[in-house]
């Protein structure tokens, strides 16, 4: 019997449209004990049993089936996030993804593409039920790898940070904060460090995997060379002592192993570290204690990393006014909060420009589905060649991002930050 055979026989193959499809990967999502320390456990949803779920490559142009097996008693979805994949497989079912109802499965085939440094979460929402959506444990990373790969480096190793034991920090549940941090699913100091060898380049793929909140890194006594942002090689690599993401933002950076010792790779904040949000870089055959010094005060800006060539005209504009509200939602894009926002209408085939107007006294990551743009100005500042499909506009700024509209079909635009999406953040882009 084949394998084909034997999974239809045991009801593992799924159909989907119409035509029985073997998985190439299959994510069990299911309720875990994770171990973020010794004897330290916190119940939340995984992958897999996992926390972060499985990393996942995939081949550029290559298909692949994914399996989905829900083994709650909720619906759920996997959003595979930077891609430009169809709406009826990308994870979000406001785009048209059909849901996985609990205790079902379904198996979504896609192509990936691009290649770089993409993860996949759940798109579920939240509300007021901190256990749901983003500040679960359900999120990973997938690499999509291009054909050929430049290199440049010796090994990877994957940063992924993420926060436990959320609560409602003010007195209105207007936001969330957490006691507890982690690095790739562990307290600092509670998994195992990160071995490195003196000489060596060390390509670390990093992605802020909060549902909330905004991070900061840094590893004294050495330098980041940043060659990507969300998985997008950038046009001026830079050598930075801080790398800072906000929710659902990735940065791709190179440290040339030249310190010798013991450092804490970690978060500038030392509340936020001593909770945890920290992971322990070791050099071959040196000992004592894992060792912290403040980085010196750095100014993160995207411009930074692109160049200043003048970006071709946009052949249309849309305009995204994000405004505070206080009528049981929280946001509003263009005056109306999700579902009743307008769709952003863009032109097909076209270079579109998409405007963000911030009139509230928060930054906001926002997040556009199925698309890469190009930061084209940011706070009064035009730049270039820097390519996301996040971007945190600063309270009381404008910024503009252009993408071409070449993948026809309903695209979710929504801030990342899960308490911001549930309460209005949230539209529809469509051509
Ligand atoms: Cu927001």
Redesign the pocket.
Same mark, same amino acid.
């Given at each position: 019997m084949t394998r084909r055979e034997m999974l239809a026989l045991a009801g593992c193959g799924t159909l989907a449209w119409g035509k029985e499809i073997t998985p190439d990967i299959t994510l069990r999502i299911g309720e875990i004990k994770a171990e973020l320390a010794p004897g330290r456990f916190v119940k939340t949803l995984a992958y897999n049993g996992q926390v972060p779920g499985p990393l996942l490559r995939m081949s550029e142009g290559k298909q692949v089936a994914v399996e989905v097996v829900n083994e709650t008693n909720e619906p759920e979805m996997v959003h595979w996030h930077g891609f430009h994949i169809p709406s009826n497989v990308d994870g979000a079912h406001e785009e048209g993804t059909p849901m996985v109802q609990g205790r079902d499965r379904r198996t979504y085939a896609f192509t990936p593409r691009p290649s770089g440094t993409r993860w996949y979460h759940t798109h579920a929402m939240a509300g007021h039920n901190l256990r749901k959506g983003a500040y679960s444990g359900q999120y990973g990373i997938v690499i999509v790898e291009p054909r050929d790969n430049p290199g440049g480096y010796d090994s990877e190793v994957p940063i992924v940070l993420h926060e436990w034991d959320p609560y409602f920090s003010t007195d209105m549940d207007m936001d969330v904060d957490y006691k507890t941090f982690s690095i790739n699913g562990k307290i600092l100091g509670a998994g195992e460090p990160v071995r490195v060898q003196q000489g060596r380049r060390v390509l670390f793929r990093i992605v802020n995997a909060s549902a909330t909140m905004q991070h900061r890194l840094a590893l004294p006594g050495h330098s980041f060379d940043v060659v990507a942002l969300d998985g997008n090689a950038i046009t001026t690599p830079r050598s930075v002592p801080v790398v800072e993401l906000a929710p659902g933002e990735r940065a791709d950076a190179i440290v040339r192993m030249s310190n010798p010792g013991v450092w804490i790779l970690g978060e500038e904040d030392n509340r936020q570290r001593n909770a945890g949000a920290g992971i322990v870089i070791e050099y071959a055959n040196a000992k004592g204690p894992a060792r912290w010094v403040a980085p010196p005060p750095f100014n993160w800006d995207y411009s930074a990393f692109g160049g200043s060539q003048k970006v071709p005209e946009p052949d249309a504009i849309i305009p995204v006014v994000?405004e505070p509200r206080n009528d049981g939602n929280l946001?509003a894009i263009n005056g109306k909060s999700f579902p009743n926002t307008d769709p952003l209408m863009a032109h097909p085939g076209a270079r579109n420009r998409l405007i963000f107007d911030n009139r509230?006294d +928060?930054? *906001?990551?926002?997040h556009l589905h199925r698309h890469t743009f190009e930061l084209t100005r940011f706070a009064g500042k035009s730049m270039s060649g820097v390519f996301k499909d996040v971007v945190t506009i600063p309270a009381r700024k404008i910024v503009e991002v252009d993408f071409t509209a070449d993948n026809p079909g309903p695209s979710l635009f @929504?801030? *990342? @930050?899960q &308490? @911001? +999406?549930d309460f209005g &953040?949230m539209a529809l882009m469509q051509y």
């Amino acid at each position: 019997m084949t394998r084909r055979e034997m999974l239809a026989l045991a009801g593992c193959g799924t159909l989907a449209w119409g035509k029985e499809i073997t998985p190439d990967i299959t994510l069990r999502i299911g309720e875990i004990k994770a171990e973020l320390a010794p004897g330290r456990f916190v119940k939340t949803l995984a992958y897999n049993g996992q926390v972060p779920g499985p990393l996942l490559r995939m081949s550029e142009g290559k298909q692949v089936a994914v399996e989905v097996v829900n083994e709650t008693n909720e619906p759920e979805m996997v959003h595979w996030h930077g891609f430009h994949i169809p709406s009826n497989v990308d994870g979000a079912h406001e785009e048209g993804t059909p849901m996985v109802q609990g205790r079902d499965r379904r198996t979504y085939a896609f192509t990936p593409r691009p290649s770089g440094t993409r993860w996949y979460h759940t798109h579920a929402m939240a509300g007021h039920n901190l256990r749901k959506g983003a500040y679960s444990g359900q999120y990973g990373i997938v690499i999509v790898e291009p054909r050929d790969n430049p290199g440049g480096y010796d090994s990877e190793v994957p940063i992924v940070l993420h926060e436990w034991d959320p609560y409602f920090s003010t007195d209105m549940d207007m936001d969330v904060d957490y006691k507890t941090f982690s690095i790739n699913g562990k307290i600092l100091g509670a998994g195992e460090p990160v071995r490195v060898q003196q000489g060596r380049r060390v390509l670390f793929r990093i992605v802020n995997a909060s549902a909330t909140m905004q991070h900061r890194l840094a590893l004294p006594g050495h330098s980041f060379d940043v060659v990507a942002l969300d998985g997008n090689a950038i046009t001026t690599p830079r050598s930075v002592p801080v790398v800072e993401l906000a929710p659902g933002e990735r940065a791709d950076a190179i440290v040339r192993m030249s310190n010798p010792g013991v450092w804490i790779l970690g978060e500038e904040d030392n509340r936020q570290r001593n909770a945890g949000a920290g992971i322990v870089i070791e050099y071959a055959n040196a000992k004592g204690p894992a060792r912290w010094v403040a980085p010196p005060p750095f100014n993160w800006d995207y411009s930074a990393f692109g160049g200043s060539q003048k970006v071709p005209e946009p052949d249309a504009i849309i305009p995204v006014v994000i405004e505070p509200r206080n009528d049981g939602n929280l946001w509003a894009i263009n005056g109306k909060s999700f579902p009743n926002t307008d769709p952003l209408m863009a032109h097909p085939g076209a270079r579109n420009r998409l405007i963000f107007d911030n009139r509230s006294d +928060m930054a *906001h990551p926002v997040h556009l589905h199925r698309h890469t743009f190009e930061l084209t100005r940011f706070a009064g500042k035009s730049m270039s060649g820097v390519f996301k499909d996040v971007v945190t506009i600063p309270a009381r700024k404008i910024v503009e991002v252009d993408f071409t509209a070449d993948n026809p079909g309903p695209s979710l635009f @929504h801030c *990342h @930050h899960q &308490f @911001h +999406m549930d309460f209005g &953040f949230m539209a529809l882009m469509q051509y």
